[in-house]
């Protein structure tokens, strides 16, 4: 079990609620790059490399709400999250760290090549995987559920995306991160900050880290799953569900939220489905910050910022791109000798 022992000294929320349960898995603080993009200045919050093994936003999160399970005595964990699920795979890798067991429902999505190597990472990680139908979701959940909570192992449930009231405390602290290398010079105070929103817990953590913080800005959520799965109801709640966390965990200070907005300009056909846009914000981050981005989540998110530069919706004011994909190598964590036969049936579309 290789984890890092959290302070304040990488992790500010600490200070404010001390009492906060969390084991120490990301590699922080994470750095912010200074680069020209599309002829314009803007700043990139870089999480790709948040975390030794596995990076990007869900490692921050995992921090928190992994902590919540072994302060709670739970043995294993279950999430869910589409086949090339970054989140799931995520769970899985450091579940695997801290010697939990781990089961995660799948469901299907566009296959790309960033999917297939996720879905073959994960598979390598020993989690139990069992794939449902869309339609079958509900009642697959259901069925999860209650086998965590009332089958002979209990499991710790993981929402999809992390996104609960425990861990979206983890960009909690990222936006108070981000407002210790403001306030040491190591960044400029942005007017926008823009973040995929995929099922809301970066973008509702983000609006209340940034505003305790104290850093005047509009937190800009690009949607990137369709409003039944992720919507200003949604984030409003995590928000309220965030306030209640930090309070029992000793907070008791102002509160304070910076503002923000969440739209689906972007989103394209439907979840995992590439856009022409995405496709140009690819080509662009590549070319002009060497930033690698894949086609569900930040190529979409980098079309947005693009998209409001081009008609002049940044004209005089500082913009901060906030990279949520991971930077590690897939192909570490992937067996070589991986047998996907042994994987449930319906898997081979991906694959």
């Not at 073959?120 to 989690?127: D, E, F, P, Y």
């Not at 981005?293 to 081009?310: M, Q, S, V, W």
């Not at 008609?311 to 004011?317: E, I, Q, T, Y």
Request: with cysteine; glycine share 14%; aromatic share 8%.
């Amino acid at each position: 079990m290789a984890t890092t022992t959290p302070d304040t000294t990488t992790h500010p929320l600490l200070e404010l609620a001390p009492r906060a349960p969390i084991v120490g898995l990301a590699e922080l603080p994470t750095p912010v790059l200074d680069v020209r993009v599309d002829g314009r200045r803007i700043q990139i919050k870089n999480d790709g490399a948040s975390g030794r093994l596995y990076g990007g936003n869900k490692v921050r999160k995992l921090e928190f709400l992994f902590g919540d399970a072994l302060a709670r005595g739970f043995e294993g964990v279950w999430t869910i999250g589409a086949v090339g699920s970054n989140h799931v795979l995520a769970t899985s890798v450091y579940a695997r760290e801290l010697g939990l067991r781990c089961r995660a429902l799948h469901f299907g999505q566009p296959p790309t090549d960033h999917v297939t190597a996720n879905l073959r990472a994960v598979a390598s990680q020993g989690t139990q995987l069992t794939l449902v139908s869309r339609v079958g979701l509900p009642a697959a959940i259901a069925g999860a559920w209650l086998q965590a909570s009332l089958g002979p192992q209990r499991d710790y449930t993981i929402p999809g995306g992390g996104s609960s009231s425990i861990g979206a405390l983890g960009y909690v602290n990222a936006g108070l991160e981000f407002g210790r290398q403001v306030a040491a010079g190591e960044a400029r105070a942005p007017d926008l900050v823009y973040v995929a929103a995929g099922t809301g817990g970066t973008l509702a953590g983000l609006a209340v880290g940034l505003g305790l913080a104290g850093v005047n800005c509009r937190v800009v959520g690009v949607g990137v799953t369709e409003a039944f799965v992720c919507n200003h109801a949604t984030v409003h709640a995590l928000i309220a569900g965030m306030r209640v966390a930090l309070r029992r965990h000793g907070y008791r200070g102002p509160w304070r939220v910076a503002p923000w907005s969440l739209g689906w300009d972007h989103l394209g056909e439907a979840y995992g489905v590439p856009t022409a846009a995405g496709a140009d914000a690819i080509e662009r981050a590549d070319a002009d910050a060497g930033l690698y981005l894949e086609p569900t989540y930040t190529a979409k998110t980098f079309a947005a910022l693009l998209a409001d530069g081009r008609n002049g919706a940044h004209d005089g004011r500082d913009v901060v791109y906030w990279h949520t994909l991971n930077a590690r190598p897939v192909d570490a964590l992937t067996d070589p000798d991986l047998d996907t036969s042994a994987l449930p049936a319906g898997y081979d579309d991906w694959l």
